[in-house]
C-alpha cells in the first residue's frame, strides 16, 4: 500500500473544501501555520506552491507521530519544517501559529477533545483551528447490497486498530467543548459514485483489501470486487461515508 498515494487521494476530496476555508481563514496572509498529523505531506506540499489555489508565504509547520511519514514528507514538501510528536501532547509554545489545521486524524486520537485542545493553545488570539476531514462510518452506504458487509467488515478493522468510526458526527459538539467558537461546520460535498472513476475505484479496493487482510479470504474479496465493477458499469456503484468538517476561531 502506497500510503504516500493514498492521502493524496484524501486530499484531492477535500480540495475544493480547503480552498475555501484556506481563504476565509486568510492563509496568504498567515505569518505561521501548523499541520497536525501531516503524514507524508500530501496538504503541505500544495501549501508551499505559490502559484497554487491557496498558496501562502508563511512558515509552513508539520507534526507527526510515524518517524517513517515525516522522512516521506521531508521529500514530498520541501521548506516545511517538521517535528515528530502526539497530537495530544504538541510540542510547541502557546500562541504560536494563525492557522492550525488537520485532515483525517481526530478518529485516530485516543482523546481528540485533548488534541483540539491542544490545537487552540498553540493557536494565536483570533487564529483559527480547522479539522479538515473526520468520516462517520457508522453511517456509511454500500451498493449494491451484496458487497455491503464487506463495508462492515472494514469498518469493524478500522475500530480493532483503534478508530473512532463515528466521530465525524461528534465533530462540532468537540469544537464546542475545546472551546473553539465554531465559524462553519458541516458535510463534505460526496463523490459522484453514478459514474464509475476507475482510478477512484482502483484506489479504494486496494485500501478495501488491505484492511480485510487476515479478515476475509482474497478470493471473496476479488469475487465482490467483480460485482461491484459490473454494478459500477450499470451505474449502480455507491460508497459513501459521511465525512465532517470545523472551523472556527480562538
Not at 107 to 126: C, G, H, I
Not at 223 to 243: C, Q, S, W, Y
Request: aromatic letters at 10%.
Amino acid at each position: 500500500m502506497n500510503w504516500h498515494n493514498r492521502y493524496l487521494q484524501q486530499a484531492a476530496w477535500t480540495r475544493e473544501l480547503r480552498t475555501y476555508l484556506f481563504k476565509k481563514a486568510g492563509l496568504s496572509s498567515a505569518y505561521s501555520v501548523l499541520e497536525v498529523g501531516c503524514g507524508t505531506g500530501a496538504i503541505l506540499c500544495d501549501c508551499s506552491l505559490l502559484d497554487g489555489d491557496y498558496s501562502t508565504r508563511a512558515a509552513l509547520h508539520g507534526v507527526d507521530l510515524s518517524a517513517a511519514a515525516l522522512t516521506e514528507c521531508r521529500i514530498q514538501a520541501r521548506g516545511t519544517l517538521l517535528a515528530r510528536g502526539d497530537a495530544r501532547y504538541l510540542p510547541y509554545l502557546d500562541k504560536t501559529f494563525d492557522i492550525t489545521y488537520c485532515h483525517f486524524l481526530l478518529l485516530w486520537v485516543k482523546d481528540p477533545l485533548r488534541a483540539l485542545v491542544e490545537m487552540k493553545r498553540v493557536t494565536r488570539p483570533q487564529g483559527y483551528v480547522l479539522a479538515l476531514a473526520e468520516p462517520d462510518y457508522t453511517a456509511r452506504v454500500d451498493r449494491p447490497l451484496e458487497i455491503a458487509w464487506l463495508g462492515k467488515q472494514q469498518t469493524e478493522s478500522l475500530k480493532k486498530r483503534g478508530a473512532d468510526v463515528g466521530l465525524g458526527s461528534r465533530l462540532a459538539e468537540l469544537f464546542y467543548q475545546a472551546g473553539i467558537s465554531i465559524l462553519e461546520t458541516g458535510v463534505i460535498k460526496s463523490l459522484d459514485n453514478k459514474t464509475l472513476n476507475f482510478k477512484e475505484w482502483e484506489n479504494e479496493w486496494e485500501v478495501l483489501e488491505t484492511d480485510l487482510e487476515g479478515i476475509v479470504q482474497k478470493q471473496e474479496i476479488q469475487k465482490m470486487k467483480h460485482v461491484d465493477e459490473l454494478a459500477g458499469r450499470h451505474g449502480e456503484h455507491i460508497f459513501n461515508v459521511p465525512t465532517y468538517f470545523s472551523w472556527g476561531q480562538v
